[in-house]
């Protein structure tokens, strides 16, 4: 029987045929043009499949289902031994089975282009521009649709292996249908890293400041992050690194890298981890990391804390000249406490087995298998046992000079007092080496 979600797959595929072919065109130009360097690469993926937002989301009370199509295009071109450039377009499709609201297109377009002044092996400085464009209609709620344009120039200077210092400078604009809802925002960021003790102990500070100017009278806003991360090699022979890293601030779920979300909400959050890892013997390594996130909302009751213990084991289980075979086995414990609703307390233990077997500079086959069971103490009948499958498959060819990856992800959620859900995603990736 076919799904809902390939029928949107094969609809959207051909909507996606006029913005897709320009663009397609102006990288086969660049790759052909006869003043660019002969090294570079292209990468073209298409992914399609089903996702639930509690697999997405920390903080949503629903298990919403939403079907997508998301296509990407990318290149990375070295222009010469000094200068890099970089384009790269996205379109995503989002379909929601119970918010309606929230069903939306966008695409995605970006370019960048580097240059380093080396003055010799020791010191390089480095000159990077950036512009991007983003337009995201939400099909019925066309007053949350918007434009984004944004622009930055980022400057950085690094001495040998021992310290470096960067800045960087830029702007995000936000046009609404609904004028009254436009923003444009300024940031300036200074971040760089310094090792000492023969290169043992790194550390690595960074602070931004963002202005936000919501224009047409509403106000303005600061938001400011500032991150403290340290990684210390102690060497010794079951203790081979410690590291760790601090992060508070200020911040808004829409500019958000790590989550794929369609509200915009503001909120403070702290967070913090450490990490540890420690090889076992030559054929065994093993890792363990502890930390904590914290999230408040100006306008939510979704306020939470989240504290996590996550263990990975690999095992080399056979290695010869050409072939690989591991395993990796990871373990986590986590456990989210909400402010107000107390029915999204829950308790979240992982286990996941994965298996690469690899047949070196030509192919590699990874299976893994992950149970996850949730339970909610305030709310038992949202307890959830899901058993996700995963299939990955990469293969080289043309003397290494294509890379095609292939995978195939299948979840089953079980749950005691409704329906169980079977959701499915496939992804197919293409990357020419030239």
């Not at 499949?49 to 296509?71: N, Q």
Request: some cysteine; proline content about 2%; charged content about 30%.
């Amino acid at each position: 029987m076919i799904s809902l979600a390939q029928i949107i797959f094969c609809d959207k595929l051909f909507t996606m045929k006029r913005r897709i072919l320009p663009l397609s065109i102006l990288f086969a130009l660049l790759v052909s043009a006869p003043l660019v360097a002969a090294q570079g690469k292209v990468v073209t993926s298409i992914e399609s499949g089903e996702r639930s937002l509690t697999d997405v989301l920390e903080d949503r009370d629903t298990s919403a289902i939403f079907d997508f199509v998301r296509y990407n295009l990318r290149i990375d071109e070295n222009l010469s031994s000094a200068t890099h450039f970089d384009a790269a377009y996205e379109h995503y499709f989002k379909d929601y089975s119970a918010l309606d609201t929230f069903d939306s297109v966008s695409n995605a377009y970006h370019f960048g282009i580097d240059h380093t002044f080396a003055r010799n092996d020791s010191d390089k400085f480095k000159i990077d521009l950036g512009v991007g464009f983003k337009d995201k209609e939400y099909n019925h709620n066309l007053s949350l649709s918007y434009e984004r344009t944004s622009a930055d120039i980022g400057l950085s200077y690094k001495h040998d292996d021992l310290w470096e210092i960067g800045w960087r400078n830029g702007l995000i604009n936000y046009e609404y249908i609904k004028a009254s809802q436009d923003q444009l925002k300024l940031f300036t960021q200074v971040s760089g890293w310094v090792k000492w003790f023969d290169g043992r102990l790194k550390i690595a500070p960074s602070y931004k400041f963002q202005y936000v100017d919501q224009l047409r009278g509403n106000g303005t806003r600061d938001e400011n992050t500032a991150r403290l991360a340290s990684t210390y090699k102690l060497g010794l022979p079951y203790f081979d690194s410690l590291s760790g890293a601090y992060e508070l601030g200020k911040t808004d779920t829409k500019d958000s890298e790590e989550e794929d979300r369609d509200d915009d909400l503001q909120f403070r959050f702290h967070r913090w981890y450490l990490a540890s890892e420690h090889p076992l013997s030559s054929l065994a390594t093993t890792a363990f990391k502890y930390g904590e996130i914290q999230r408040d909302y100006r306008a939510n009751s979704n306020n939470y804390r989240t504290w996590f213990l996550e263990n990975k084991t690999g095992f080399t289980l056979y290695e010869d000249v050409k072939n690989k075979t591991s395993l990796q086995v990871t373990t986590e414990h986590r456990e989210g406490d909400y402010d107000i609703v107390d029915s999204l307390r829950y308790i979240k233990n992982t286990a996941i087995a994965k298996i690469s077997c690899l047949q070196k500079k030509d192919w590699e086959f990874t299976p893994s298998l992950a149970v996850k069971k949730f339970d909610y103490h305030a709310s038992p009948e949202k307890n959830e046992l899901d058993y996700d499958s995963k299939f990955e498959f990469s293969k080289k060819l043309f003397n290494q000079n294509v890379d095609v990856n292939l995978s195939y992800r299948y979840t089953w959620k079980l749950y005691r007092y409704k329906s169980d859900m079977r959701l499915w995603m496939a992804k197919a990736a293409i990357g020419y080496t030239f």
